[in-house]
């Protein structure tokens, strides 16, 4: 929405500097989006004369001009300046318009300097209206009447000294579209007086020839009233100055002063109207539905064909307008209009929005009718835009034809004042804020208040609430705690599994992996890679095949997004992702993962040769660092048995005991990257969050740090065992012998193959393990060591069959 400075001030009867404006626009929600102001632009060029004007001694086409200048105004000392000027009109006495040093020309883009033009210094410019941007022309420096108040800004002199000011209009803010509404805010605030309009009816000398009917069906859903007037005998010339120069400051271009005349309206009252061609309607007018297929060339010469259900005014010989939107070009106003018929209608704003949309029409009317414009202005914009027509072009006005009547928009609110302070967070009086709802136009009687017709975005209490924080200012608010229900330390508002999911994106996160955040259905060939796809899991009413299924798991939207990156050339992956996963279709048939993607090296290739391929223990480091930090037990096991989706000779299930599994990690099967269009291999981990259980004690004090001053003592078995016997059965055997003394198993050393067989016989090898034993009391003795490790090799003996090695 644009708008001049003077054009406000047409409404607003103010003393108040266009910064408090532009300041208090933005404060009342009518967001500034850009001032032109000449003065910023023009302020410099002031009006001068030319003293004498000679030959350049140099150059032919240019002339030497001594021009008398007054650098402070009017009423400051002149001062003489040397300007080398190539323009044809240059001469002595002449009149014009002189840029000194320093000066940015806008027609050029050039910033004045002290030059040197073929020999001869040069300090300034005697400019062309296109120099200043003001026209075209060009032919010559600007020639002005020998009056003219010399040393003035000729901005001032040309009454050029008007800003345009831009504003975003919100949708539910139909009133702000029209200069009057927005000069109401202001004066609402409190930066002048809203002037009031005149708006007496004109009374009609004769019937109209024209008359106007709405079909019934039109009338009860999509167009309540239409009113109009012919008047006869009017001069379609241009328009005033004044209203063209208001055109041009907003963008429009000045057609006819009939035409300029309805779009003065349309952005000074939120009012658009139309003009017909009284001469070439036929008949009279009539509101109607489209039957479909009828065809209308435009204002704007293009040519549009309805759909049903669209509304259109038409005469006897057809579609004349689409209504609401664009009028057409058979019955259009011209400069040899003599009789024209003035239109103003409301209409339904859902109903012009799909019209517009439909015909990919953008005009100013339907820009305004599809937001709302006010219903019981409808007449009222008539008579003004009819005398304003009197007043410009002449003619004789008809009496007001009437179809339908203005609709009952009538609706009250109670006004709790109390709820400002409430909903808010502001103290204003009551008085003050009933005196602010008046000055918006709200009638206020007792407790219950009406909102004007032209607010249709005012729908309940809380509405009102809102406007009086508006007008008051919400920069008044002012932070201030919220109050305690009780003394003391705020108990806690997150959930534990929230605080604990949060630790487990944050570790995750700096481990070096990138979030994701995947939609939680995916394609059913995904999720029956992952145990899922299946009947209980499907979707109704899914988005798209792609999306048909909830996820079984968060590893399928990970490949996808790792498919997606290797795609465009990004081969080195880290992916994580926090969230849920479905086995059934039940509430509660879900559980809170996390899971981390690994694909491709872990980084850039360099000299030193640092670089290597990522493999299962990177997956595993990362998935005990996630358990450490959501506090699992650090005794727990490793173990196999994953789901098939893993590749069955790497990965591991890291459990409390064989049915407790906190999570997995390992190498994806490199059949399920195949499916999954990801150039393997990849390594992956997810974390089931919800299995690992919350320590005992729910104070928030950190639990007290065991450690021991003892020597803690190392020994080492190697035991012989069948070749099939894991590494990992001997591990936890030997682990399981002392729970409290050792603190840790490591396989060193693995003798396998033919050599082996050959001294400890056929399908044997042997592995050797490190125990270390931490005391917690006292130092160990020999015996109690030689105990210790007696019930080791009794616990791998009747785990594993394993012996002791000679």
């Known amino acids: 929405m644009k708008f001049t400075l003077s054009w406000l001030r047409q409404h607003l009867e103010t003393e108040a500097s266009l910064d408090d404006i532009l300041y208090a626009l933005t404060d009342l929600g009518l967001e500034v989006e850009g001032v032109d102001d ?11 004369r030319v003293i004498e004007a000679v030959q350049h001694p140099n150059a032919d086409r240019l002339r030497l001009c001594r021009v008398e200048t007054w650098p402070e105004g009017p009423d400051g000392p002149t001062e003489e300046v040397q300007v080398v000027c190539g323009a044809p009109n240059a001469r002595t006495g002449l009149v014009g318009v002189f840029a000194p040093v320093g000066t940015h020309v806008p027609g050029t883009g050039v910033d004045l300097k002290p030059g040197v033009i073929r020999g001869v210094e040069s300090n300034g410019m005697l400019c062309s209206e296109r120099e200043m941007m003001l026209s075209d022309d060009h032919e010559g420096i600007i020639d002005l009447p020998e009056d003219a108040p010399l040393g003035a800004r000729f901005i001032d002199y040309r009454g050029l000294n008007d800003p345009v000011i831009e504003i ?47 079909d019934p069906e039109v009338q009860a859903e999509d167009c ?36 300029d005349i309805t779009n003065f309206f349309t952005y000074d009252r939120n009012r658009p109207l139309h003009v017909f061609d009284a001469d070439k309607i036929a008949g009279d007018l009539r509101v ?20 049903e259900g669209m509304m259109a005014i038409s005469d006897e010989n057809g579609t004349e307008s689409i209504a609401g939107i664009i009028g057409g070009l058979a019955t259009g106003a011209t400069k040899d209009t003599v009789n024209v018929f003035l239109e103003s209608a409301y209409w339904n704003p859902v109903a012009i929005a ?64 109390d709820r400002v302070q409430s909903l808010v967070g502001m103290s204003i009086p009551a008085e003050t804020q ?157 559980r809170l993962l996390a899971a981390g993607l690994l694909v491709g090296h872990t980084g850039p290739r360099d000299l030193h040769g640092t670089r290597r391929a990522v493999d299962v223990y990177d997956a595993k480091a990362d998935l005990e660092a996630v358990l450490a930090a959501i506090g699992a037990p650090a005794r727990a096991q490793t173990l196999r048995g994953g789901p098939d989706w893993w590749h069955p000779g790497r990965h591991g299930l890291i459990c409390l005991g064989p049915k407790k599994v906190l999570g997995v990690f390992g190498e994806l099967h490199p059949r399920v990257l195949a499916a999954m269009d990801v150039k393997g291999p990849a390594m992956g981990f997810t974390v089931m ?59 060193f050393d693995e003798f396998t193959g033919a050599p082996a067989e050959a001294q400890m016989g056929a399908g044997k090898k042997s592995l050797a393990i490190t125990v270390r034993l931490q005391p917690r ?30």
């Open 38 to 48: 000449p003065a910023r632009t023009l302020g410099a060029f002031r009006i001068a």
């Open 168 to 214: 975003a209009i919100t949708p539910n803010r139909p009133d702000a579209l029209g200069v009057e509404g927005i000069a109401r805010d202001l004066a609402a605030r409190g930066l002048g007086r809203l002037i009031p309009c005149e708006a007496d009816p004109v009374p009609g000398s004769f019937p109209s020839p024209v008359g106007v009917r709405i």
């Open 224 to 259: 309540p009233l239409f009113c109009g007037r012919v008047i006869r005998g009017v001069r379609n010339g241009p328009s005033p100055d004044w209203l063209q120069r208001q055109l041009r400051a907003i963008g429009l271009r000045p057609i006819s002063a009939l035409v």
């Open 288 to 307: 109607h539905y489209a039957t479909g297929g009828e065809t209308l060339t435009a204002l704007d010469d293009k040519t549009y064909t309805l759909a």
């Open 354 to 417: 799909h019209a517009g949309r439909a015909l990919k029409i953008n005009s100013d009317a339907r820009y305004r009718f599809e937001r709302g414009v006010d219903p019981a202005f409808t007449p009222v914009g008539l008579e003004l835009a009819t005398r304003m027509i009197l007043d410009f072009c002449g003619g004789e006005p008809s009496e007001v034809v009437v179809a339908g009547a203005v609709p009952d928009t009538s609706r009250s609110y109670r006004l709790d004042t």
């Open 434 to 590: 009933v005196e602010t709802l008046r000055a918006l136009g709200f009638t206020v009687e007792g407790d219950r208040v009406t909102p004007p017709s032209w607010r249709p975005d005012v729908q309940g209490g809380a509405d009102l609430v809102e406007e009086v924080a508006r007008i008051a200012s919400l920069t008044r608010l002012e932070g201030r705690p919220m109050a305690r229900p009780r003394p003391g330390v705020a108990r806690p508002v997150l959930t534990p599994m929230q605080r604990r999911a949060s630790a487990a994106r944050r570790t995750i996160a700096a481990l070096g992996y990138n979030e994701c955040v995947t939609y939680s259905f995916i394609d059913r060939d995904s999720a029956a890679l992952f145990g899922g796809g299946g009947a209980a899991v499907a979707l109704d009413n899914p988005i798209s095949s792609e999306m048909s299924h909830m996820r079984p798991d968060l590893l399928p939207g990970l490949l996808q997004a790792a498919a997606r990156n290797q795609a465009r050339g990004f081969a080195d992956l880290a992916l994580f992702e926090l969230g849920s996963a479905w086995h059934g279709g039940e509430p509660g048939e879900q």
């Open 689 to 747: 969050l919800e299995e690992v259980p919350f320590p005992r004690s729910t104070g928030a004090t950190r639990p007290a740090l065991e450690s021991s001053d003892l020597q803690a003592v190392e020994r080492d078995f190697a035991f012989v065992l069948d070749a099939d016997v894991e590494a990992l059965a001997l591990v936890n055997a030997a682990q399981g012998a002392d729970k409290a003394l050792i603190e840790g198993v490591r396989v």
């Open 777 to 806: 009391e006292k130092t160990l003795t020999e015996e109690e060591i030689a105990a210790v490790s007696k019930k080791i090799i009794d616990k791998v003996g009747k785990a594993t069959g394993g012996v002791l090695r000679g």
